[in-house]
């Protein structure tokens, strides 16, 4: 079995101010690991994804996750938030090569205040 | 190109009362699934099918049904609806072959259940 624990349920910060959201993973297999994010009143969308190679994975807005298979780990963090980066952010892993059977986090709720 | 549409957007039903949601895709996707999020809880896998004519339980699948019409279509029917299924209900599909492993999500059907 496999299960997500996002350690933050609430993180309030300033624009222009760098943010990491943790996440921390549980898995007796080899895992698969991904960041969706929800806006307001809309589905998931995916942010970015760690499948293999480098440990470093980035997104195309900014926001960068490390998989650190030692700590169980796979933060995200954004040097500098805007305003619109205000969303949900999920955490997910799956243990599949597919990448079908996803186990979600409970969810990290990103306010940026001005 | 919709992506995934969801139908209805809000719903309330009485405890007892049956109801179907409907999800479509338009991206030629062969997965499709059936989310349901809580707060605190994130996203937790009701159904999913891997191809038309398949479908497998996922982690809460008690008091639901699916039936995958086609390739495009996945319902969920709820027969006798309870408090415990309020929730907003999230479907999303996946592309399996290639680099396809984002799954795309609908913008959800908040359901309320009296």
């Known amino acids: 079995a496999q299960s997500v624990t996002q350690l933050d349920s609430q993180v309030p910060v300033f624009e222009e101010a760098p943010v990491e959201l943790r996440c921390n993973y549980s898995s007796s297999v080899s895992v698969y690991l991904f960041w969706y994010v929800q806006y307001p009143n809309q589905g998931l969308q995916l942010l970015l994804k760690y499948l293999s190679g480098s440990t470093l994975v980035e997104s195309i807005n900014g926001f960068e996750a490390e998989f650190n298979k030692s700590q169980t780990s796979f933060h995200l963090r954004k040097p500098s938030v805007h305003i619109s980066d205000t969303a949900e952010y999920f955490c997910a892993v799956s243990q599949e090569t597919s990448g079908s059977r996803l186990t979600f986090g409970e969810g990290t709720q990103l306010t940026v205040n001005p | 190109n919709a992506g995934v549409t969801q139908t209805p957007k809000f719903q309330v039903l009485k405890t007892g009362q049956s109801m179907t949601l409907q999800c479509a895709q338009d991206?030629?996707?062969?997965?499709m699934y059936w989310y349901r999020q809580d707060p605190g809880m994130g996203l937790r896998l009701i159904y999913y099918?891997?191809?038309?004519?398949?479908?497998d339980k996922g982690e809460v699948p008690n008091g639901y049904n699916v039936s995958r019409l086609n390739k495009r279509e996945f319902s969920l029917r709820l027969e006798s609806a309870a408090p415990s299924q309020t929730s907003v209900y999230f479907c999303a599909s996946k592309r399996d072959s290639g680099t396809g492993w984002a799954q795309y999500f609908g913008p959800g059907t908040r359901l309320t259940v009296l």
């Open positions: 099918s891997a191809s038309e004519g398949t479908t």
């Open positions: 991206m030629n996707h062969n997965s």
